[in-house]
């Protein structure tokens, strides 16, 4: 069953803490994207890898950092430097850049 | 930096009635992808564009490309109650490469 998986569905947190959200592909896709979704609004693009061990902050990419260690994972931390880290938050996939991506089912982003 | 801008920011028709939305960017693309999002769900690809091409279909889906006026629309025939949620363009240009989304029309399809 091939796609994109991401977890945990919902994710509540207290402010101050980093929060790590999974985003896992076995679609053997080179590039993955982080977006940002709020309420209303489109995508806003956080980071962007292109292949393994490189990646590239996108438009809003301050107070978020990622990783990608493994081309089937890339993984997104909010840190507390984020001052607005309420969103959902969507993980998506590519061959390569610039053709169709595959997405996630998406992270809700809690924090209080 | 938005490139694609849909338009209308919300559309409301009955069942059985045709759904035209637009999108227009600003700069030279290599292709533009529209995608269907239904609430609180990722996005789904409906459709790719080359800048070459001037119109795809799919099922009940035409697109069509103006390079010349940087404009393409996605039109929905037949619609159905199952066809309401946003739709989004996302462009690829030619020097960044990777794609970027505007901010989608809302569709509802009242039965």
């Known amino acids: 069953d091939g796609g994109i998986t991401q977890s945990p569905k919902y994710l509540f947190r207290k402010e101050g803490q980093n929060v790590t959200l999974s985003c896992e592909q076995n679609l053997n896709h080179d590039a993955m994207y982080w977006y940002r979704q709020d309420p209303g609004q489109g995508l806003r693009l956080i980071y962007y890898s292109q292949i393994v061990n490189d990646f590239q902050k996108g438009d809003i990419a301050e107070g978020y950092s990622v990783s990608r260690e493994k081309k089937e994972s890339f993984p997104l931390t909010v840190t507390s430097a984020q001052k607005n880290p309420t969103a959902f938050y969507l993980c998506?996939?590519?061959?390569?850049?610039?053709?169709?991506?595959?997405f996630g089912p998406g992270t809700r982003l809690t924090v209080t | 930096s938005q490139q694609g801008e849909e338009d209308p920011q919300a559309l409301s028709i009955q069942e059985g009635e045709n759904a035209t939305m637009n999108c227009s960017y600003k700069t030279s693309i290599n292709n533009l992808q529209w995608y269907r999002q239904n609430s609180g769900r990722g996005l789904v690809h409906l459709i790719l564009i080359r800048s070459n091409e001037r119109e795809k279909h799919s099922g009940r889906l035409r697109v069509t490309l103006d390079t010349s006026k940087k404009s393409s629309s996605l039109l929905i025939t037949a619609s159905r109650a199952a066809d309401t949620a946003s739709y989004f363009c996302a462009t690829s240009n030619t020097n960044a490469g990777k794609s970027t989304f505007g901010d989608g029309t809302t569709l509802t399809v009242k039965p």
């Open positions: 998506a996939s590519s061959i390569s850049l610039a053709y169709e991506q595959y």
